[in-house]
């Protein structure tokens, strides 16, 4: 089954002890990205890769790192998580469209991230 | 910069009229256009896309939405709203010069029986 899958589905965490949420596709997928999702906020791209080894910021990118070192993983890593990241983090990955567009992206289910 | 907005933090209708979920974007270069939708306590669904070509674009379970490049819109719509079209829509823009996609802040749309 084509899907996209995130670990944990829920965390909560003290401030400034670090974390990493996984993301892992199974569609050969260039495209991936991180999205955090907050009430009246709508969705906000954190940080996106087009394809293995190349990665850019998205609208919100401070306060995390990621990396593409496979094609299929896309980790989210919180160095010193604070509480402004308690959030619903959504990772998705899409073929490449036009250029370096995403086309139609397939989410994971979400990560729950409290930080107290 | 780019941006996109949704106007309505709410949509109501009744089951069976249409439906008109609205969406303006900017955006330099040419535009690329998406419509999600998030049911609760689930991840997002794409629904439809414009990227060129024709101006009305038809996508899943019976949605559809218009571009109108002179007015920066991307509307969708339905014709006939069902109870299970309930949900959360948002609408996102990206353009072909930049990987970065940017969705609008979401409306509600609540169907009524």
């Known amino acids: 089954e084509a899907q996209v899958t995130q670990n944990p589905r829920y965390l909560i965490t003290v401030t400034g002890k670090k974390l990493t949420v996984t993301c892992s596709q199974n569609?050969?997928?260039?495209?991936m990205s991180w999205y955090r999702q907050d009430p009246g906020l709508g969705l906000r791209q954190i940080y996106y890769?087009?394809?293995?080894?190349?990665?850019d910021k998205g609208d919100v990118p401070e306060g995390y790192k990621v990396s593409r070192k496979e094609k299929r993983n896309f980790p989210l890593i919180l160095e010193s998580p604070s509480p402004n990241q308690t959030s619903l983090y959504f990772c998705a990955s899409s073929q490449s469209l036009v250029g370096t567009l995403p086309g139609e992206q397939y989410f994971g289910p979400g990560t729950r991230l409290t930080v107290t | 910069a780019q941006s996109v907005a949704q106007p309505e933090d709410q949509v109501n209708v009744a089951e069976g009229n249409p439906l008109t979920v609205k969406c303006t974007y900017s955006?330099?270069?040419?535009?690329?256009l998406f419509w999600y939708v998030q049911y609760p306590n689930r991840g997002l669904q794409f629904l439809l896309k414009y990227i060129t070509g024709d101006n009305l674009v038809k996508g899943s379970y019976g949605f559809e939405a218009e571009f109108n490049k002179s007015q920066t819109s991307f509307h969708l719509k339905k014709p006939s709203a069902l109870v299970s079209d309930s949900a959360l829509y948002f609408c996102a823009a990206g353009s072909s010069n930049t990987g970065k996609l940017i969705f609008g802040q979401g409306t509600t749309l609540q169907v009524k029986p």
């Open positions: 890769s087009m394809n293995v080894e190349v990665t």
């Open positions: 569609m050969n997928h260039e495209y």
């Open positions: 955006v330099s270069g040419n535009p690329y």
